[in-house]
């Protein structure tokens, strides 16, 4: 049965090298996918792995990939091997945008570094317990403090995306892109360190490479060049860390610390079926994806512990991100979200050879959610609602924006 699984990702991601082996960004996805799928075989198939209690079946499989196909047509569709020119917006607006995003970033570092320092020292297991717990203590206490935190986490996806246009297209700007590239790094690396964290670093490393895949069209060769030697030095510190982090968690318990990593690797799709999908009790209506919401309508919110008792299973563990939606809103309206959602995209995102900045701020988020979520939805809480939603209005500012540079050049023509 899971090999039948990995079956169906394999033959859609060959499918798709052989169309358009052309479109990087799309066999990027589907490999991530398949490599997830192909994970899963060998870990349920481990003699360490405890499979006892349970049960796959054909029929979560195809719910999965079929949520999943309609999720990612809009993200297929689109080549930016086609695409011909990418419209700038004023450089004055980029340019003040950068500066702040380079503020806060550096306020953000300075105030997370102390949580940093003391989360990769010591017991690193006990310490990502009592972070999962208490969260950041004392930064939470101070209103200021954690908002600029919370500013600064939540602006950087879409400041690494920034980062690559302007070395793209203003790479005279040697201080501003320095200190830009710097502190979008840092914050999340220092973020990831504070929670004792491997996800956070293995998504860095994705979202570096995302946004290079979507301007390498348009960079200059010395750029392309710079940055293939940049990466190839700076991918292994992720690596690095990831092994210091999975040693020092798992290093003293009976868990194999490599076996974990196959773990974190395989078993979203096996907890999609065998776990989640035929034995989830009740829902919880926007706990996990929309909290913001529940929040501001004044209800109040349910501990992990409480979520466990109304669903029948344990909300802290990888079901991809359609399970996160199927524990809040159910299987049925769970796919008519997803279908909604890819039908909307498909009219939002722009599919012409001329597109401009704020599409692929658009597609870049989508992109994301469809990345990340072969683990979770890793959108859930306050601030990964903050994160969509500052993303959201920040692609909406940009389209306004070039909308009223329209309407000017074509009154005045």
Known sequence: MIEFNAFI?????????LKDRKSSISVLLLGIYFIAALFSVYLFNHPDYDNRFIKLSIGPFIYLFLSLFIYFKPLLKFKIENVVIIKKPPIKIIYNISIVIILVSALTSLLLFPYAVKGMIGDLAQNRINVR????????????????VTFGLSINDFSILLFFYLITFYKSKRTLNTFLGFFVILTPLLYSFSYTARGTLI????KVLICFLLFRKFMPIRTIKLFKYFFAISSSMPLI???IITNSRFGDSNIDPYFSVFQYLGESFIQFNGILFDNIKDFLYGDRTLPIFKKIIGTNLLTLDQ???ITGIKPYIFYT???DFIMDFGHILTF?????????MRKLINYNKIIHFHDLILFYLYYL???QGVFCYLYIGYLGNFIIISTFMIYVYFRINASKILFKRTKFK
């Open 133 to 148: 717990e208490n969260g950041l203590e004392g930064l939470n206490d101070s209103f200021i403090s954690s908002s600029i």
């Open 336 to 344: 008519i979200l997803i279908a909604f959602l890819s039908f909307v």
């Open 241 to 243: 860390f990831t092994i």
């Open 321 to 323: 991100f359609v399970g």
């Open 9 to 17: 990702y394999g033959l859609l991601f060959f499918f798709y090298f």
């Open 307 to 309: 979520q466990m008792k």
């Open 369 to 371: 959610i469809a990345i």
């Open 203 to 206: 998504f860095i490393f994705l």
